[in-house]
């Protein structure tokens, strides 16, 4: 353990001591020290309003909306950030979801022709010592065009650069006498190592910040922009940051998010799960959000997804920022000429028409062999490399249309996907994995959040299943997860004692999580202090 001041560090792991010596020299580990210490209080801060505000809403039995106290701003029709860099200009295809720490995949995507690489180490990415280190480094030898066969990054796909949110912590560094945010660990990192060359090369930085819920705590994220810019050296408002709306409350405040962010926004991004997921969250105690079957009942067409989709356009393109979509999860057959083929393409091809009428500027997918075809798709429909001149003046959304749960009931196959999700992804972060695949498709923390979501509060409300009129109970739950962990032992084709340990251990947590009398906040918060997962990442 290395000890700097007032900074303790933990050795490197095994196998990884040169990009350990590399990171973390006297200078950076300083550097993340006194960016750590500035804005440690602050992060404390906003996490604690978070609190307030959710218990605010239980007490008062109140609703999430449009705050009169920032009214003059949202209804000032003259304020505009400032201009998308031409690197960001055009953002029809990102790859979404890639780990850095997956060196072959990471290469893969640099040499695609996308026009971004979300470079994730939020969601689609577990957060294991080993990992971020791993990753970080993958992407400073990225940015010093050290990957034989890929371009150099001033003309490779731009990285988008995911640190994890504010509720994640980093567990191998202390500062003070305290366990260190995760996402000023990551940014920090990032920042001092590759932030001159990605301005030189006129390519960065720039970034995706997760999990945003207020205004508050953008403009703390513009605050820590300001400090680092200044600190090394860099040009004012050169760093730019796509915010992911994925909390209910935060599409209350988009106005507030991009103003308080006016001269380091790129735009804003929506997606579908984490954002349904946090109607569970803040609202989930009340029969009246109950949340329907999300794989029959819950996708963009809805009224509560379509109108945060037109809102969130309509707002970024009022204020001259750019709105990027969600995620294609699905995976492409390899036989071109098959039905199956066929039939997924013209699922996803659907489903982005759906964002691309809306006037979304761009979208991500898994997927490298959907680039190239959703590109085209862009192209057929959209006039020259964004739709900011869409400004979708027809739109007209109300804090009633935002807060509209979807009818529907609960079928046992959505029960069963939803068990099975979510013990798969307990499975893959027991592994080291932030990722998995599952009936074709690609699942993440995302997908793991609303799954384990929608399992507790079905239990909650004691929901009946629409097949045979059984009430959702702890105890079906309870004999429909060791069917499911059968199954899943072949699926994972389970054939040491420690696969099969790991596989019930996985499956006990997530009993554990959806029994819980108050709701985790976030999952993957629940596991980063769950013990057994910080002994499995050692």
């Known amino acids: 353990m290395t000890t700097l001041a007032a900074v303790e560090l933990e050795n490197a792991p095994q196998g990884l001591q040169h ?80 780990a850095p720490s997956d060196t072959e995949r990471f290469i893969q995507a640099l040499r695609s022709k996308a026009q971004g690489i979300q470079v994730d180490f939020d969601d689609g990415n577990c957060p294991t010592y080993s990992n971020q280190i791993k990753g970080i480094f993958n992407v400073c030898k990225a940015v010093r065009n050290q990957f034989q066969g890929v371009p150099p990054i001033s003309k490779a796909p731009v990285l988008m650069l995911r640190p994890r949110a504010w509720n994640m ?23 001092y190592h590759n932030g001159k060359l990605l301005v030189e090369n006129k390519s960065g930085p720039f970034f995706y910040l997760s999990k945003v819920e207020s205004y508050l705590e953008a403009r703390l ?35 507030e998010i991009l103003f308080e962010l006016r001269d380091h926004t790129a735009g804003l991004n929506c997606g579908i799960w984490d954002y349904s997921a946090s109607f569970v969250n803040k609202l989930g105690d009340r029969s009246a959000f109950l949340l329907p079957d999300r794989s029959k009942y819950v996708n963009m067409e809805k009224l509560f997804l379509q109108s945060y989709m037109d809102l969130l356009v309509q707002t970024c393109h009022r204020r001259g920022a750019l709105a990027t979509g969600g995620m294609a999860a699905l995976l492409l057959p390899n036989d071109t000429q098959s039905a199956h083929y066929h039939s997924v393409m013209a699922t996803v091809t659907r489903l982005k028409m759906l964002e691309i009428n809306a006037g979304v500027d761009g979208f991500m997918v898994y997927d490298l062999k959907l680039i190239e075809p959703l590109q085209k798709l862009f192209q057929k429909h959209t006039l020259g490399p964004n739709q900011l001149h869409i400004l979708r003046e027809d739109v ?12 529907g009931g609960v079928t046992l196959h959505g029960l069963r996907y939803n068990i099975a999700v979510g013990i798969l992804f307990i499975e893959a972060w027991l592994t080291g994995r932030g990722h998995f695949f599952y009936r074709g498709q690609v699942e993440d923390s995302a997908t793991a959040e609303i799954s384990r979501s929608q399992v507790w509060q079905w239990i909650r409300h004691q929901v009946k299943l629409e097949d045979d009129d059984r009430a959702i109970s702890r105890s079906l739950v309870k004999s429909l997860v060791e069917e499911i962990r059968r199954e899943l032992q072949d699926f994972l084709q389970c054939n040491t004692e420690k696969a099969k340990q790991r596989l019930a251990t996985a499956t006990a947590m997530f009993l554990e999580v959806v029994q819980k009398r108050d709701f985790p906040e976030f999952f993957t918060t629940y596991l980063n202090l769950d013990h057994t997962f910080l002994s499995s990442s050692t």
Not at 31 to 49: G, M, P, W, Y
Not at 86 to 98: A, F, P
Not at 225 to 237: D, M, N, R, S, Y
């Open 221 to 255: 994220w513009n605050n820590i922009f300001i400090w680092t810019e200044q600190k090394l050296g860099l040009p004012a408002c050169s760093i730019k940051a796509t915010v992911l709306i994925e909390s209910i409350l935060a599409t209350f405040e988009m106005d």
């Open 396 to 407: 007209v959304v109300t804090p009633e249309d935002l807060l509209a749960m979807p009818s």
């Open 19 to 98: 990009e350990h010596e590399t990171l973390f020299t006297a200078e950076s580990v300083c550097f993340l020290a006194e960016l750590i210490s500035t804005f440690d209080k602050q992060v404390d801060e906003i996490l604690r309003h978070r609190v307030a505000r959710k218990m605010e809403l239980e007490q008062t039995g109140g609703l999430p909306g449009f705050s009169s106290l920032t009214s003059r701003l949202r209804e000032d029709r003259t304020w505009r950030v400032l201009p998308v860099p031409e690197r960001l200009q055009n953002r029809h295809v990102d790859i979404g979801d890639l």
């Open 169 to 191: 912590v980093e567990h191998n560094m202390m500062v003070n006498g305290k366990e260190v945010p995760g996402p000023l660990f990551d940014f920090g990192l990032l920042m």
